[in-house]
């Protein structure tokens, strides 16, 4: 049923596009047909969604994703969202969010647009039916209703690293900035076609490419966040090709925000806009090809897999064929304008847009450098986080820098007196801040954190200078008090001030990235019971340890209880433990060795404060208990030894038995506990990062929400398109 | 000076730093790169270099002690057989069977690897791993 | 069972789908249109260029005198789009 539905969804995708394309030519039914058809393709899938998380809900493992993803024991919301924990899942998570963003952009233009829309809707309806062949046509791995004949009894469950919310939610997320993002593309590529890259095409699809960005920057935190709660590593971001893949349309999409901004002014810079709307759309898809591909080696490889190398094929169709569709319409997009002066807007944007495009080409090639010097040189040679900090810190200090200039400065012209005035508080303030910072703490001995942090200094000073100004304008104007007079000056200019906010915003962020990596912490200490060890300016103290049984998960958890003092004063209490889960692959000749060695992650400990996080993961050393577990398999092996393998009663005995043994051996742990290795990091400012970014959240919600101008604009709209209607029936 | 010629400068300086940038990403990547290399590899011809050795966990010969980490490290293909020696953080996904990756270099017949610098690949989402039907232990 | 009721999705959508196709052929869109939207557009854009430069003198960042140059040029690029807005509207 559900394959049907993805049968009957490629061809709605087939009719759609093609549709799309007889009706480019004038006859307005066939778009209109052809529009329908993307509404039935997003009913189609998500039918085909229903009838899976169906599938998962009651736990029905004749579906292959069911089985090996999820299990009678895990918990509802888990059970939903191990949907897109697999491939062929997450191609139908693609498709789906893909029908639904083409649905709402359609439905949106259906009167707008002539020309263009009907190409825009080919282009996404070719990804739909590409990605829908794709799930129908790469073998099983790919395809989500692949059956399991006979259904086995129990499922695997989901892999133990993804039972969190962040980790949850991160790839609708992540998928959701890629798709919104071959909307703008889409409607790029109508409008070469149709020779109509002009205001028209930016106004329709600002709004969705604003979209698009929020996601992704929601994504790309999401997965960073997960890195820094979950994994026993204590780091946010490790330069891995997975979360390369997902930064760099973030910067390409960027830069493309700001130079749209241009192009709606002044009519210039086209043929770039066109060109980093294609590069977006290519690295999302790329994106996509990396995750599943297995061509790269890295923590998230989630191996080699069939539908690579079409995905391959389809970002060369994409690249080659937009570089081929720009070419010829390079008559159409010059423009006559050109940047006026340095000291305006279009200028600082461009040369920001520069430094996006830069710091992406950096990641892009250290990312697929593996590949490249395999090409050139025959050996492949990997190159780590080192290469891309130091390449890509100063492209960062100096974007910071820029996210102050910018709101300073004025469209068109700015005169250098007036430049003078507008400079002179925030340059004081980067001064001041850096003279304090170079007296009277450690960044004197960290340049670059030192530059980051007095440029952010200027660009948060600007944009309080822009906000204090605007504030003081208004009060001329119209009077009030300082809040209203703030509330007025951001809802009648959403994405002037939402544009400042998440300034203010990447600038906090940048400065909890800069502190907590130039002035982290980090040492291994070995601890028994009692000792303790200075790290930092903290005293860590091992006081003891814990063990605790969740039965509905099937895990054991051995941790410990540490406390940490500053200067005497207790600071915080932290708890990090291992989990070990049952479950996968478990060597049924020793079960509870196998236990102790399957599947383990790491609950840190952790002590948020505004000032840093203290971070703390736990390594037990379980070479004490070995002669426990063996003794343990030996038991259970005498015990089970020709008892028959299959009878159900057994089954559950023996495992009843191998239960106690485990909470035997736990209870052990507690009683007699051996030195444990911890991790400990003091991690400055890193708190900062989370609300840097919620900052910049809220200021693309602001820039992004429909103002009430716009709304009344878009119901004149309906009645005029009505009358056209009825006059032209008439 | 007149507008053209501004921007003929202005255009010349932006492609020069283009170039620059190119030049220290290129340069920057070729010296500081590490090699990738299997087992079988470095058992032919290795010298006192520093690789990023990939490959597979062998099963049973993964020893914790109070120094760190031992295991031996295989080819892909099951073939060649390395043993390593190894300090530092061991990631969570690390089992027998996994595909890792260390830094460091061989020194009379054992792989040192650096520090913390293990990788372990995360188990395949995608993966027939799963297909094992496990043996459920129930925790009383 | 589960044919039928696939058959019947399949008839539905087409169904669906092909409703435009049996309706008259429309006098469709006309260049006008196309060229209506796009004044439209232009005329939205610098309306914001017009607030803007207000906002950026009012914060400092434009002089009187620059203010008033650039506020002119670009009211009589907004006048010059009116004009044409009009033009069309009464022509077509």
Redesign the interface.
């Known amino acids: ?1 559900g394959a ?2 993805l049968v ?1 969804a490629l061809l ?1 995708a087939l ?1 759609a596009a093609g549709a799309a394309i007889a009706g480019a030519r ?5 778009v ?2 052809s529009r ?2 993307t ?2 393709l997003a009913a ?1 899938l998500t039918t085909a969604v229903v009838i899976l998380e169906a599938a998962f809900l009651r736990s029905d493992f004749s579906f292959r994703l069911v ?3 999820s299990s009678t024991t895990t918990p509802t919301g888990y059970k939903l969202t191990a949907l897109w ?3 062929g899942g997450s191609l139908l998570l693609w498709a789906w969010v893909l029908s639904i963003a083409s649905s709402a952009v359609l439905f949106a233009t259906r009167n ?4 263009i829309v009907p190409w825009a809707a080919a282009v996404l309806m070719g990804f739909a039916a590409f990605f829908c062949a794709l799930m129908l046509l790469s073998g099983p ?1 790919a395809n989500p209703f692949s059956r399991l004949d006979p259904a ?3 499922g ?1 469950g989901l ?1 133990p ?1 993804l039972r969190h919310p962040a980790m949850a939610i991160h790839p609708p997320m992540l998928y959701s900035g890629y798709v919104f993002f071959t909307v703008p593309f889409a409607f790029a590529i109508g409008a070469l076609i149709a020779r ?1 890259v ?3 095409w ?2 329709s699809t600002r709004r969705f490419a604003l979209i698009a960005w929020t996601f992704l920057t929601i994504g790309v935190a999401l997965g960073a966040r997960w890195s820094y709660s979950e ?3 204590g780091g946010y971001w490790a330069w891995d090709p997975v979360e390369n893949a997902s930064l760099m349309p973030w910067l390409i999409g960027t830069a493309f925000l700001h130079s749209m901004m241009v192009q ?2 002044r009519g210039m810079l086209k043929v770039w806009n066109v060109s980093l709307i294609v590069a977006t759309a290519a690295l999302a898809l790329l994106g996509t090809f990396l995750v ?1 591909s297995g061509v790269l ?7 080699a ?1 069939t539908i690579g190398p079409p995905l391959l094929v389809l970002i060369a169709v994409v690249v080659l064929g937009s570089a081929a569709l720009i070419v010829s319409r390079l008559d159409d997009l010059r423009s006559e304008k ?1 940047i006026d002066s ?1 000291f305006s807007r279009e200028a600082i944007f461009l040369v920001n847009n ?1 430094l996006l495009v ?1 710091l992406c ?2 990641i892009f ?2 990312t697929f ?2 590949l490249i ?1 395999e090409a050139i040189t025959g ?6 986080p ?2 891309f900090n ?2 890509a810190t100063p492209i960062a200090i100096l974007l910071v820098l820029f996210t102050g200039i910018g709101p ?8 250098r ?2 430049a003078k ?2 400079f002179r508080w925030p340059s004081v303030a980067a001064l001041v801040v850096a003279a304090i910072l170079f007296a009277f703490t450690d960044a004197r001995g960290e340049p670059l954190a030192l530059a980051l942090f007095a440029f952010a200094a200027f660009a948060l000073a600007a944009l309080g200078q ?1 906000f204090a ?2 504030i003081a ?1 208004r009060r ?1 104007l119209s009077g009030g008090s300082v809040p209203s007079a703030l509330v007025a000056i951001v809802t009648r ?1 959403r994405r ?1 001030y939402g544009g400042y906010i998440v300034h203010a915003g990447i600038a906090v962020l940048l400065i909890g990235v800069a502190a907590s990596s130039s002035f982290q912490t980090s040492r ?1 200490v070995f601890l028994s019971p009692g000792e303790s060890e200075r790290v930092g300016d903290f005293d860590v103290t091992y006081v003891r340890p814990t063990q605790s ?3 509905e998960e ?3 958890t051995l941790g410990a209880v540490l406390d940490v003092t500053r200067d005497g004063e207790p600071f915080a209490t932290l708890r990090p433990s291992r989990n070990y889960y ?5 060597d ?1 000749a020793a ?2 060795r196998g ?1 102790f ?6 609950e840190v400990g952790r002590r948020q404060s505004l000032g840093g996080d203290v971070w703390t ?1 736990a ?1 037990p ?3 004490r208990l070995d002669p426990l577990i063996d003794r343990a398999d030996e038991r259970l092996a005498e015990i089970t030894e020709g008892t028959p393998p299959d009878a159900p009663q057994v089954q ?1 005995q023996i ?2 038995l ?3 043994a ?2 035997e051996i736990a209870s052990r742990y507690v009683d007699d506990p051996p030195p444990t290795n911890f ?1 400990v990091n003091v991690n400055p400012l890193v708190t900062w990062i989370w609300i840097g970014w919620l900052i910049a959240l809220s200021g693309a919600l602001i820039a992004l929400w429909p103002s009430a101008e716009a709304r009344r604009r878009r119901v004149a709209d309906v009645y005029a398109a009505r009358l ?1 209607r009825d006059l ?2 008439a | 000076m007149d507008p053209d010629r501004k921007r003929k400068i202005r255009l010349g300086v932006a492609l020069g730093a283009a170039v620059l940038l190119a030049a220290a990403l290129v340069y920057t990547s070729f010296t500081a790169s590490t090699d990738a290399r299997q087992p079988s590899d470095l058992l032919q011809s290795s010298s006192g270099d520093t690789y990023d050795l990939t490959g597979q966990v062998v099963s049973d010969s993964v020893v914790r002690d109070d120094d760190g980490l031992r295991f031996e490290i295989e080819d892909r293909d099951g073939s060649a057989n390395l043993p390593v020696e190894y300090t530092g953080t061991v990631p969570d996904p690390f089992r027998e069977g996994r595909e890792v990756i260390v830094t460091g270099g061989l020194r009379e017949g054992t792989f040192v690897a650096e520090h913390d610098s293990l990788i372990t690949k995360c188990p395949s989402k995608f993966s027939d791993e799963a297909a094992e039907d496990p043996e459920h232990v129930i925790i009383e | 069972m589960e044919f039928v009721l696939i058959l019947a999705i399949l008839v539905a959508v087409a169904f669906f789908v092909t409703v435009p196709l049996r309706r008259p052929a429309r006098r469709g869109e006309t260049e006008l249109d196309a060229q209506l939207a796009e004044l439209e557009a232009r005329k939205e854009a610098k309306y914001r260029e017009i607030r803007d430069t207000e906002i950026d003198r009012a914060t400092g960042k434009l002089s009187q005198d620059e203010w008033r140059r650039q506020n002119d040029e670009l009211r009589r690029e907004a006048i010059a789009i009116l004009k044409r807005l009009d033009e069309l509207q009464s022509g077509g």
């Open positions: 049923m049907a539905c009957l709605a009719y004038g006859d307005r039914r066939w209109d047909s329908r058809a509404y039935a189609l089985a090996e993803h924990s697999s491939q707008r647009l002539r020309e791995d086995p009894v129990e695997a892999t690293l109509k002009d205001a028209s930016i106004r994994l026993g590593w709606e002014r599943r080696d890295s923590i998230h490889a989630f191996g897999s050109r340095l520069l830069g080409a950096v090639w250290g450098f593996p010097s050996t492949r040679s990997s190159v780590g080192p290469f130091r390449l300073l400065v004025a469209w068109r012209r700015m005169s007196e007036t005035r507008v822009e100004r605007g304008a001329v200019n002037r291994d049984v969740d039965r099937n895990r054991l049952s479950g996968r692959g478990v049924p079960p509870v236990f060695e399957g599947e383990a992650t790491s993961a390594q050393d379980l070479t559950s495992a009843a191998q239960g106690a485990i909470a991790r056209a032209s029936r």
